[in-house]
């Protein structure tokens, strides 16, 4: 039987989010539903319902959350009742040639399904019986939500939800980003730029990586402070459009072994690829207008041997980092409580958004 449910939902671009019932389809094959317990306010929702992240609304928001499984559908012998799971955007098919070669983040199928499940299909509709998009696979700003197997990890039930939830998206992205793209070498330089939610996961994985300076950057003197908390050795207030390149060279003595750009700008990506010393490594993490280019100076390139590249999802594998995430946070080392700013109920999702947009949280996590 179907499930009602409230959600949050993009109804137009470029307008406030709205809190509407919805009904949840019963599982197929391969599926299971799940009762949400927290769900992450992340970026890319908001970039969805501005048109940045082309998911064409209606559609339900949502894909950094955590939950248990209260049914599950024909054929799915991984999952049962009562299991605790993390969302992963990312749709694992196991069959592509990125995911034979252990990096699902590029699998070949996601992409054939950004706002449906993997068959296609829709599981949510709104209160009139119109099928309702799903933000890449998920739509878990909800109370309830059905999701192929494949977009969930099952982890440790001790964790609550909501710091759980940060493993789906925020915490992954950053900390990834430092584990399994740059290989951050114990006792180097690195260079954050955008201390935001993942951003300040960049910082703390570089101090679990044992990196020696780690330079937050920012255009909020609030965000640097929580920089420092997470493990940030040295900031720098930079004004929108101010070029840090020059002064971070100067503080660390001719630029950092890594810089990460976490905002999601052409120009700041340049700039970070500018900063970094001979040989080092720039990664672009945040996500760029589809328009937005970046321009190096190609001479660098073989004279200077510095490095340029991308990283999705912290180049993770979901089902072998979401547990790595959180026994990291079961250990100490990774630090969850701290990254919450603030948790709303289901009904507080606009002020969510709009205090996210402002740049008050860390991040904000709606709790049902």
Do not use: W
């Amino acid at each position: 039987m179907p499930r009602l449910a409230r959600a949050v939902v993009c109804r137009e671009l470029n307008k406030p989010v709205v809190v509407e019932a919805i009904t949840v389809d019963a599982p197929l094959r391969g599926e299971v539903t799940v009762k949400l317990g927290a769900c992450g306010v992340c970026h890319s929702d908001l970039s969805a319902t501005n048109g940045t992240i082309p998911m064409p609304p209606p559609l339900v928001l949502g894909h950094e959350a955590a939950g248990e499984v209260v049914e599950v559908g024909q054929g799915v012998a991984d999952l049962a009742l009562g299991d605790h799971v993390v969302s992963s955007f990312i749709y694992m098919c196991g069959k592509c040639r990125f995911c034979s070669a252990g990096r699902p983040v590029l699998c070949l199928e996601q992409g054939k399904a950004l706002t449906t499940l993997p068959d296609g299909t829709l599981r949510t509709k709104d209160s009139k019986g119109a099928p309702l998009s799903v933000f890449s696979g998920c739509g878990v700003m909800a109370e309830y939500a059905t999701l192929h197997v494949d977009n969930l990890v099952r982890i440790d039930p001790t964790i609550p939800f909501d710091r759980a939830a940060l493993v789906g998206c925020a915490v992954t992205t950053g900390v990834g980003a430092v584990f399994n793209t740059a290989k951050v070498a114990p006792g180097s330089s690195v260079a954050v730029i955008g201390c935001g939610g993942v951003g300040l996961n960049v910082v703390q994985g570089a101090r679990i990586a044992g990196a020696a300076r780690i330079v937050a950057i920012d255009s909020v003197q609030a965000k640097l402070e929580m920089a420092a908390k997470l493990g940030a050795t040295e900031s720098l207030l930079a004004k929108p459009g101010e070029d840090f390149a020059k002064p971070l060279k100067k503080l660390t003595g001719g630029g950092p072994d890594y810089a990460f750009e976490c905002v999601g700008s052409g120009e700041l990506a340049a700039a970070a690829y500018r900063a970094i010393r001979r040989g080092g490594l720039a990664v672009v993490v945040g996500v760029a207008k589809p328009g937005d280019l970046t321009s190096v100076r190609t001479m660098t390139l073989p004279f200077e041997e510095k490095t340029l590249t991308g990283s999705y999802f912290g180049s993770c594998v979901p089902r072998v980092d979401f547990p790595r995430m959180l026994g990291l946070y079961l250990g100490g080392q990774l630090k969850l409580d701290e990254l919450i700013t603030k948790r709303y109920s289901i009904e507080e999702a606009p002020q969510a958004f709009a205090d996210l947009e402002s740049g008050r949280n860390a991040r904000g996590v709606i709790v049902f």
